[in-house]
């Protein structure tokens, strides 16, 4: 609340429900789908929902052009009076498409300059973005990061597409670590908000979280948020078909626990969809597809 942190700091959580337990009870967030190459591979991707970069199916997200992602913002803005931001979380990785989300961006400052814009990203293109993520004024950006070792990362992730060539194992773990931990130093060192999303994947990272939770904490990340994996065995294509679980209830609160006192955790994330509209937990995006929009004109 007010009480506990620096008025500029409150300024820029109040109404974001994401970066405030408070807000979200108050207020939307939207998201458009401009996004959909990325450039790693997760083992846990099926590149439905995103920002929390999670498994669980559903149904495939409409893929949006900038003019078309800011029609349908101001669409909305217009039926819900209390969406106060703009995220691009997907369906691939807001910083693998760069030319479409800075576009949505500047669109949108000229057509709804109130509305707070947000990204999500896996990291490893962040560091070459952060003067644009500055020069737009995005104020949150969120990191998923779900290991500080290369050895824990190269069981995450089978791949990166960096320096114009596809790297995998550890070497691809190693690079997609320092590039998370520069991005997330230079956004500290600018002022923009930071929240680390960690999926937690039982047997791959759960005793890990701490060391992310100590190492995000001492760049400066203003909340960590760690999410259960979910996965689906009747939808099958979770990790790399080895099937992998995700954790129970118990088992993320008690990692969760083990990271009290370190970076302030976010407990009330509800894994969105890349494309959803309105308050957390609660998904409008059937109310504003683009033939909607269009009969709303
Ligand atoms: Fe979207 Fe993410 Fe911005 Fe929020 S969602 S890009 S920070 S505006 Fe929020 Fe959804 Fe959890 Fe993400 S509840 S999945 S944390
Ligand atoms: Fe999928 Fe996101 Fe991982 Fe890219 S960063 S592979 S979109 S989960």
Redesign the pocket.
Known sequence: GPDDMPAEIWEKVKNHP?YSEEAHHHYA?M?VAVAPACNIQCNYCNRKYD??NESRPGVVSQKLTPEQAVKKVVAVASEIPQMT?L?V?GPGDSLANPKKTFETFRLLQEQAPDIKL???TNGLALPDYVDEICQYNVD?V?ITINMVDPAVGAKIYPWIFWDHRRITGYEAAKILHERQMLGLEMLTARGVLT?I?SVLIPGINDQHLMDVNREVKKRGAFLH?IMPLISEAEHGTVFGLTGQRGPSAQELKAVQDACAGGANL?RH????RAD?VGL?GEDRSDEFTLDKIEEME
């Open positions: 994401c967030r998201h920002c929390s931001v995220g979380a947000c990204i999500s949150h969120t929240k999303n948020n976010m994330c509800r894994q969105c959803a957390l």
